[in-house]
Each structure stands twice: as structure tokens, then as C-alpha cells.
Nanobody, 121 residues
Framework: QVQLVESGGGLVQPGGSLRLSCAAS????????MGWYRQAPGKERELVAT???????NYADSVKGRFTISRDNAKNTAYLQMNSLKPEDTAIYYC???????????????WGQGTQVTVSS
């Protein structure tokens, strides 16, 4: 199993910044791509940003230029720096990691528990 521990959510005013962290652990797995998704009340979960082990990134159009995803491979930790936050960014943010079992070779997706981000004045 892979455990994902998220942190960094909270309440921020419009225009403010937050930084989310997601630490992955699992001794029999190699972490591949990591990503952040979000789900607002009454809406489906949507992709925010993803990053590969080599640092290639992908962003939702709604966050391009405002959010930056990064990772520390040595720590199996992904970060999401969120700047110029808007009320419409309010959601529960979930971390996702794709992990390969070192013996079986199978790929698995794991999700964090989610962290609330609220943008409001």
C-alpha cells in the first residue's frame, strides 16, 4: 500500500496564496506520476495539475499561470503552489499518486484524504 499525507489547506482571501504538500510512502512501490485534483460542492472531481518523475507538468486551463506543481523525488513529495487564488478555487484538493509495485510490476492509483481550500473575504 501507498499512503499519501496531504497538508497546507486552509482559508485565504482572494488574491492570496497557499502551498499544498503531499508526501507518499510505501516501501514496495516506486512512485510515478503525482497530481492534484479538486472537487467543489456539487461538482465532479477535476484535474488541477500533474507532474512526472522527470518534471513534465500538465495544468488545467483554469489554473495556468497561477498554480505551480513541483516535486522532490528523494522525498516522494509533491507540492502545489497556488497564487492569485479566486473564490472559484474553493474545493477539497486531493493528491493522487501512480505507483508501480517493485516485484509484481503492476500499476496502482492511490488518493490522499483531501484538504480543504477556501477562498473567501
Amino acid at each position: 500500500q501507498v499512503q499519501l499525507v496531504e497538508s497546507g489547506g486552509g482559508l485565504v482571501q482572494p488574491g492570496g496564496s497557499l502551498r499544498l504538500s503531499c508526501a507518499a510512502s510505501g516501501s514496495m512501490f516506486r512512485i510515478n506520476s503525482m497530481g492534484w485534483y479538486r472537487q467543489a460542492p456539487g461538482k465532479e472531481r477535476e484535474l488541477v495539475a500533474t507532474i512526472t518523475p522527470t518534471g513534465s507538468t500538465n495544468y488545467a486551463d483554469s489554473v495556468k499561470g497561477r498554480f505551480t506543481i513541483s516535486r522532490d523525488n528523494a522525498k516522494n513529495t509533491a507540492y502545489l503552489q497556488m497564487n492569485s487564488l479566486k473564490p472559484e478555487d474553493t474545493a477539497i484538493y486531493y493528491c493522487k499518486a501512480e505507483a508501480r509495485h517493485l516485484i509484481r510490476g503492476s500499476l496502482y492509483d492511490y488518493w490522499g484524504q483531501g484538504t480543504q481550500v477556501t477562498v473567501s473575504s
